[in-house]
């Protein structure tokens, strides 16, 4: 845990500290600048809360930190919306743990709500964004990433756009640690050797899977994504461990267990322990009914 949160905290401070301390509207008068510069795309979730609180080890002091939560309307509509979606909640209830443990840092969360007509009339943007992948899955993160990294949404009520030019994302941390069901269903079938292979696949298709794809969609909002779990002295570390050292699938909770260690030093004794949900289930823009391999209808083939 100590090499883990020490090789993490170099690399967060790298992608923090070689930022220009000015957000979008002060970066051209290069005049002193009190708006929050970098935020962090944030799910309530062990990731993104981890990468949270050890920004707020580097950035100045006067600064807040936004921090992008996105929810979206039910495809079934109701006569009322419900905006208080399982990653809200989480995000709500992490802010809380993320105020106390850092009580001089202003968090701005941001509730990013995105209706069905709304996300209609962005289709054709999306398509070209997410394209050439055109799958279900596709479909659901890009839009997910491209609405919370616009930053159009409200801080306790009131209308907020976030200014910042960089986001922080925890891409690489469930491909690292073991985050997904089928590195379980894979130790079940076939323990440490198994969970092995399919760890190292996920790492491999990393790239062309995720990486390209929401810099794509995050970049077309002017934004520049930074990931610091997928910065190569913490990969070397993440690669170097046994699989069971990363995660330890017979436990109810082992899903990225040195990771929910880690973070529990760090003081988030709470978010250590919620449960892992995928980003299009958390904000609702996906059904778990639908099949994430499936070609997407909503998504226009170029």
């Known amino acids: 845990c100590d090499t883990f949160i020490r090789l993490l905290s170099t690399s967060t401070s790298d992608r923090i500290k070689r930022t220009q301390k000015y957000c979008k509207l002060c970066i051209n008068k290069q005049t002193s600048c009190s708006h929050s510069h970098i935020g962090v795309l944030f799910s309530g979730g062990v990731d993104c809360s981890i990468l949270t609180i050890l920004a707020d080890k580097f950035i100045d002091a006067d600064k807040p930190i936004d921090l992008l939560n996105v929810a979206f309307e039910k495809a079934k509509k109701s006569p009322e919306i419900n905006w208080n979606v399982p990653d809200r909640l989480t995000g709500l209830e992490t802010l809380k743990e993320l105020q106390e443990l850092c009580p001089n840092r202003k968090f701005n969360f941001i509730e990013i709500n995105v209706d069905r007509a709304e996300l209609q009339e962005n289709a054709e943007k999306l398509s070209s964004l997410v394209y050439p992948l055109e799958n279900v899955l596709d479909e659901s993160l890009g839009a997910a990433l491209y609405f919370a990294s616009r930053g159009k949404g409200q801080v306790e009520g009131v209308a907020y756009q976030s200014q910042c030019r960089v986001l922080l994302m925890g891409s690489g941390a469930d491909e690292a640690f073991g985050g997904y069901t089928r590195h379980r269903n894979a130790f079940k079938r076939g323990g440490s050797e198994l969970l092995a292979q399919e760890l190292l696949s996920d790492w491999i298709r990393l790239p062309s899977r995720n990486l390209a794809r929401d810099d794509r969609v995050i970049g077309d909002n002017g934004i520049t994504v930074r990931a610091p779990f ?16 990363r995660c330890y699938p017979a436990l109810e909770e082992g899903d990225k267990l040195l990771l929910r260690l880690s973070a529990f030093k760090l003081g988030l004794t709470k978010c250590c322990k919620f449960r892992k949900r995928a980003l299009q289930f958390g904000s609702r823009i996906a059904d778990s009914r639908q099949n994430a391999k499936d070609k997407s209808n909503f998504l226009h083939v170029m």
Do not use: H
């Open 230 to 245: 997928v910065e190569e002295n913490f990969v070397k570390f993440a690669q170097s461990l046994r699989p069971l050292q």
